[in-house]
């Protein structure tokens, strides 16, 4: 029996079949299923889903648009406390959060602030380490908000600005994690960043119905 | 704030606004322009030119049609631009080999990788008219406007694109298939 070819079958997936071809589907199994899997085939591709650029397009894009004057420099709110907000949370997300995200949120236990033990060098045991950096992280935190709320009041245009930085952190993070996964260190800082987001959004009494930007 | 907003904004050259555009588009745009290039380091040039091109051309968005399928528009235009740009360096000098970096990821389905892999292997225009039309929801008649061929060209094409995707996706998932099934 001579079957129907695949450019045959390719083309009956979204146009009627001639009376020969209609006649060879009714009784030939292979080809009912060869058609029905080019069918699963065409839905499968029209269901693809959207992909996420590489994290280093958007810096290039910027920098082509400022040459050409169609972008101008961000307003810096309030710049120099957030710069070293930022430098320190970095500084910190570099090695703490790495065990929050591995081994997940263990604290119910109220943060100790004066806990930052001389014997770290002597943590050998990996679930250890964990918990030590969960109890510097939430010490940090602590010192963080406490700092925050003396240095300065922060106003609104501030807060925007740290969540427009802290979106595109998570644009990069994202797309890192796209690329490494189980990695725990950017596992953290997204994780992080995604906290902070939140946090600050609450802060600038978010409306989800509307983007903040 | 509406999109009408931003793109307002976008036009007077706003920092956050022409991010909060790339924001909500960029992966759609990469997607289309991805699919078509086959090869990620392509697909980062055409997708940073069609970015450039979008929001210079801003001033003429008008909204006579959504905002997303104007940009679709430029995205496939730059990458089609792209394409006939390399096929003119190609013929100049020689062809540098080209990898296609494949990550798996945790999101990915095993399915998904099948069809993303397959897409890379077919030839150049088979795969653009796929992508166009099983993809994108292209007619032949849009598609041979693009390429610059006749709609029945594109028809033809779209039937061995399909079929030698079937023949990849059944060698990527059956590599013990018995040969000679349903062939003429």
């Known amino acids: 029996m001579s079957h129907l070819s695949l450019e045959t079958l390719a083309r009956l997936v979204d146009e009627p079949a001639e009376a020969e071809e209609a006649a060879h589907l009714e009784m030939c199994a292979e080809c009912r299923a060869e058609l029905e899997a080019l069918r699963d085939q065409t839905s499968d591709l029209a269901h693809l889903p959207d992909l996420e650029p590489p994290p280093d397009i958007w810096p290039a894009i910027a920098a082509r648009l400022r040459e050409e004057g169609l972008l101008r420099e961000p307003r810096r709110a309030g710049g120099a406390s957030w710069l070293r907000f930022a430098a320190s949370l970095a500084l910190f997300l570099a090695g703490g959060a790495a065990g929050f995200a591995v081994r997940g949120a263990p604290a119910s236990e109220p943060p100790d602030a004066g806990l930052i033990p001389a014997s770290i060098a002597n943590v050998a045991d990996v679930d250890e380490a964990a918990h ?4 510097t992280r939430a010490a940090y935190f ?3 908000n406490r700092y925050a ?3 300065e009041p922060v106003g609104r245009g501030d807060l925007m600005t740290r969540a427009a930085a802290l979106e595109s952190i998570l644009l990069t993070t994202g797309a890192a994690l796209d690329q490494a996964p189980a990695d725990p260190v950017i596992n953290g800082y997204h994780l992080s960043a995604l906290a902070q987001r939140e946090s600050t959004l609450r802060q600038i009494s978010f409306d ?5 930007y | 704030m509406t999109e009408a907003e931003l793109i307002d904004r976008a036009r007077r050259g706003e920092d956050s606004a022409i991010r909060a555009l790339y924001r909500r588009h960029a992966p759609r745009v990469y997607a289309t322009i991805r699919r078509l290039a086959g090869d990620d380091s392509l697909a980062e040039d055409w997708a940073q030119e069609a970015w450039v091109r979008a929001i210079r051309a801003l001033p003429t968005f008008r909204g006579d049609s959504q905002f997303s399928t104007w940009l679709h528009r430029i995205a496939v235009n730059s990458a089609l631009h792209g394409r006939r740009a390399r096929l ?6 020689a062809p540098l080999p080209v990898t296609v970096p494949v990550g798996a990821t945790g999101e990915r389905t095993l399915l998904r990788l099948q069809l993303e892999r397959a897409l890379e292997q077919l030839p150049e225009r088979m795969r653009q008219v796929l992508v166009l039309h099983d993809v994108e929801g292209y007619t032949h008649d849009e598609i041979g ?3 610059g061929v006749n709609p029945g060209t594109s028809k033809s094409q779209l039937f061995k694109a399909r079929a030698r995707m079937r023949e990849l996706l059944r060698a990527a998932s059956e590599p013990a298939v018995q040969e000679g099934v349903c062939r003429t």
């Not at chain 1, 989800?208 to 903040?212: D, K, T």
């Not at chain 2, 003119?88 to 000098?93: A, V």
């Open chain 2, 145 to 147: 406007e693009a390429l």
């Open chain 1, 132 to 135: 030590l950096l969960e109890q």
């Open chain 1, 149 to 151: 709320e003396l240095a």
């Open chain 2, 88 to 93: 003119r360096r190609t013929e100049r000098e």
């Open chain 1, 208 to 212: 989800p119905s509307e983007p903040w």
């Open chain 1, 142 to 144: 602590a010192a963080l």
